[in-house]
C-alpha cells in the first residue's frame, strides 16, 4: 500500500512516499527548484516519489495534506476581525492565495497530481507529532511540538503508544514560541522563516542583558512551561512586519537594517531571546515528564530545530532519551501526514524495537548512480579520475590533511535542512583556518556562523561532553575539557566578533565561542562511504573529527544533482569535489562562465 503526504503553501514544501508504513522516498521542493524553502506544489518532489519505486499516481491508494485549511482560515478571519481595521494591509495580501489556492486544496491536489481518489487532511500538530514518535525507536514516549502556529496549535504535548497518538494540551495562537522567536529573528535583521538558526548562532557572542527585560515586558512564563505574550509590541496579528514601534521603544532602536553591520547590541538580544526559548523548553519538558512519567521524548515543529536547546534539555531535563524528527518543520509534515494516515485512519500495526529508528539516516531522496555520474562528466568533458572505494578514501583523505575544502557528493540525498554526509562540504576540522575559509570563500555568509563536526560514533565520547547517538545533528554538547585551550587574560576580555579568531580547541572549526558543538555521530549503518571516509581520515591523523556544512551557498538550497554539486563547485573556492567514485580537481577544470555574476541568483539575505 503507498500513501503519499505532502505539505505546501507555507514554506518548505514537500512531498513524502510510504509503502506498507515504511518510508520509500522524501524530498522538499527547493531541491528541485532550486528556489530556497520554496513553498509551491510539490510535483516535482512528487514526480520524484513516484520515480523511486517505479510507480504511478494511479497505484497510490491514499494522499494526505499535513494541515487543515478550513481550519486555518478560520483563525485568520477570526484574528482579522479582531484587530479590525488595523489588519487591512496583511488581509488584502492573504486573501487572495486563499481565495484563489487554499480554499479549494482538494481539487488543486486533484488536478496537479490527476488524482481522483480522496484527498484526506490531519491537523498540522498531529503530522508534527506523527512524524515526532512514530519513526523514533520508542513504542511509548512523550510528544512535544513547537512552532510557530498550525492552525490554532503553537506548542502542543501528548503521548505516543504503539500506533496511537494522544494530544493532551496546547497553547494556541497568538501566544508562539516560534513566533517570539522570529520576531526577534526579524529585529535583528534576518529572515523570518529563515534565519533563526542565525540567531542561535550568532547568541554565544553576546550577554544575555535582556533576559529580564522579555520576561517582564514581553512574555508571562509559567513553571509548567505555559506562557502568554504581550500582544500590544507585537505586529505579526495584523500588520506586515514582526513587531511595532512599542517593541521598538523597548529595546530603544527599530529593528536592524539587514545590510548594517551587526553590533554588540544584536549578540546581547540574541543571546537574551536564546537563553528564554531554552528556558521555555526546559520548563515544558518537566512538565510534561511530570504529567506522563515516561523516560522518552520525541519532538518536532521548527523550535526543535533549535539543537541548542535540545541539547540543554537532554542534558538537564527529566527525559534519559531525546528523539527529534530530522525535518523538524514544515516538510517533515508531509512524512507526519502520511504516517498518521497508515497508522490512525488505517489502523496498521507498529514495532519499535528500542534501538534503532525508521528514519534510515534520513538519507531519502534521489541518488544517482556511477553510470550516471560518469555519463554527465564525460558529456560535458570536465576531467576526473575513477577511483576503488578504498582508495577513494585514501585519497580524499589525504586532501582534507593537506587543507582542502571538498565538496562531498555520495549516495541518496537527505531530507530535512540538515547535510548528513550525502551533500556536504567537508574539511580537516583541526585547521584553525577552515571555519573562516568556508564562510567567506565558500558559503559566502556571515563569518560567525558555526560548523558542525561529523564525529566516529565509537569516539564521541573522547571529544564531546556527550555519549549518545546523534546522527541528525540536532543536539549540541560542550568540547570536552581536556580538547579545550585555555583563554588568556586578554582574550577573555574580548567582545562580540573579536571572540571568533581565538582558537578554543584542539578541533577549532566545529568548537563554537562558548566551547560548544553541534554534534554529528556517523556510526557506517546508513551511509557506509561517509563513516570509511572519516575512518580512514582518522588513521592517518588519529583524529576522528572532521568539518561538516551542507553543500550549497547562501541563498541556495542543497545540491541535488551532479549538475548542481559541479555549479556550487566551480562558482566558490572549493578545492575539490567527490562525485561518487570521481574525483575533480580545482585546478584541472575548464574556466567557469556564467552570463551574469552568479550572487544575482541568489537571495543574499
Not at 524553502?37 to 519505486?53: G, I, K, M, N, T
Request: glycine content about 8%.
Amino acid at each position: 500500500m503507498y500513501i503519499l503526504g505532502i505539505s505546501a503553501y507555507y514554506h518548505d514544501s514537500a512531498a513524502v512516499l510510504i509503502k506498507d508504513g515504511e518510508i520509500v522516498a522524501a524530498a522538499q521542493e527547493e531541491r528541485f527548484t532550486r528556489k530556497k524553502h520554496d513553498e509551491a506544489f510539490p510535483l516535482r518532489a512528487v514526480e520524484y516519489c513516484l520515480s523511486e519505486v517505479g510507480i504511478d499516481i494511479s497505484e497510490v491508494d491514499h494522499v494526505a495534506f499535513y494541515d487543515k485549511p478550513l481550519l486555518k482560515f478560520e483563525r485568520l478571519i477570526e484574528t482579522y476581525l479582531s484587530y479590525a481595521p488595523r489588519g487591512w494591509m496583511s488581509f488584502r495580501k492573504a486573501m487572495p492565495l486563499w481565495i484563489s489556492k487554499k480554499l479549494h486544496l482538494p481539487k488543486i491536489i486533484k488536478k496537479e497530481l490527476g488524482w481522483k481518489g480522496k484527498v484526506l487532511f490531519t491537523e498540522h500538530h498531529e503530522s508534527h507529532a506523527a512524524s515526532a514518535f512514530f519513526p523514533s525507536p520508542y513504542e511509548e514516549a512523550a510528544i512535544i511540538c513547537f512552532d510557530g502556529v498550525g492552525e490554532w496549535a503553537t506548542t502542543s504535548w501528548g503521548i505516543g503508544r504503539g500506533n496511537r497518538i494522544e494530544v493532551k494540551e496546547q497553547i494556541s495562537f497568538p501566544h508562539s514560541l516560534g513566533l517570539l522567536y522570529s520576531a526577534f529573528t526579524y529585529y535583528t535583521g534576518f529572515k523570518v522563516n529563515s534565519g533563526e538558526y542565525k540567531v542561535m548562532g550568532l547568541a554565544p557572542y553576546g550577554e544575555p542583558k535582556y533576559v529580564d527585560l522579555i520576561m517582564d515586558e514581553l512574555i508571562d512564563l509559567k513553571e509548567d512551561g505555559s506562557f502568554r505574550m504581550d500582544m500590544d509590541k507585537f505586529n505579526y496579528c495584523q500588520g506586515l512586519t514582526m513587531t511595532n514601534n512599542k517593541f521598538n521603544r523597548l529595546f530603544g532602536c527599530p529593528p536592524r537594517n539587514p545590510e548594517e553591520k551587526l553590533n554588540q547590541r544584536e549578540m546581547d538580544i540574541a543571546a537574551s531571546i536564546q537563553k528564554v526559548t531554552e528556558e521555555v523548553m526546559l520548563r515544558i519538558g518537566r512538565h510534561v515528564f511530570d504529567k506522563t512519567g515516561q523516560k522518552n521524548l520525541c519532538m518536532a515543529g521548527g523550535v526543535a530545530l533549535n539543537c541548542v536547546g535540545n541539547g540543554r534539555l537532554l542534558r538537564e531535563g527529566p527525559f534519559k532519551n531525546i528523539w527529534v524528527q530530522p525535518s523538524a518543520g514544515d516538510a517533515g509534515g508531509a512524512l507526519g501526514a502520511a504516517l498518521t494516515i497508515w497508522y490512525h485512519y488505517l489502523d496498521m500495526p507498529r514495532e519499535a524495537n528500542g534501538k534503532g529508528d525508521r528514519q534510515y539516516g534520513s538519507y531519502l531522496g534521489p541518488f544517482y548512480t556511477r553510470e550516471k555520474i560518469k555519463e554527465f562528466l564525460d558529456g560535458k568533458g570536465y576531467p576526473y579520475k575513477e577511483y576503488l572505494e578504498d582508495d577513494l578514501y585514501e585519497e580524499v583523505a589525504g586532501r582534507l590533511e593537506r587543507g582542502d575544502t571538498i565538496g562531498w557528493f555520495q549516495g541518496r540525498m537527505e531530507f530535512g535542512p540538515r547535510a548528513l554526509g550525502a551533500r556536504s562540504i567537508i574539511g580537516d576540522a583541526r585547521n584553525p583556518e577552515m571555519q573562516k575559509k568556508m564562510n567567506l570563500k565558500i558559503k559566502y555568509r556571515e563569518s560567525f556562523r558555526p560548523f558542525a563536526p561529523s564525529v566516529l560514533l565509537e569516539h564521541v565520547s573522547e571529544w564531546f561532553e556527550y555519549d549518545s547517538e546523534s546522527p541528525y545533528m540536532l543536539m549540541v554538547a560542550p568540547v570536552k575539557e581536556e580538547g579545550r585551550i585555555p583563554m588568556t587574560d586578554e582574550q577573555k576580555g574580548l567582545f562580540g566578533i573579536e571572540k571568533l579568531n581565538v582558537p578554543r580547541s584542539h578541533i577549532p572549526a566545529v568548537t563554537h565561542v562558548d566551547y560548544s558543538a553541534r554534534i554529528q555521530t556517523v556510526d557506517g549503518k546508513h551511509n557506509k562511504r561517509y563513516y570509511g571516509l572519516i575512518k580512514k581520515f582518522y588513521e592517518k591523523t588519529d583524529c576522528p573529527v572532521i568539518v561538516n556544512t551542507s553543500f550549497n551557498v547562501r541563498g541556495e538550497p542543497i545540491v541535488c544533482t551532479p549538475e548542481d554539486a559541479y555549479r556550487c563547485f566551480m562558482r566558490t573556492e572549493m578545492d575539490t569535489l567527490v562525485l561518487g567514485e570521481f574525483i575533480l580537481s580545482k585546478k584541472e577544470q575548464p574556466e567557469w562562465r556564467e552570463k551574469k555574476d552568479w550572487r544575482d541568483e541568489f537571495e543574499l539575505d
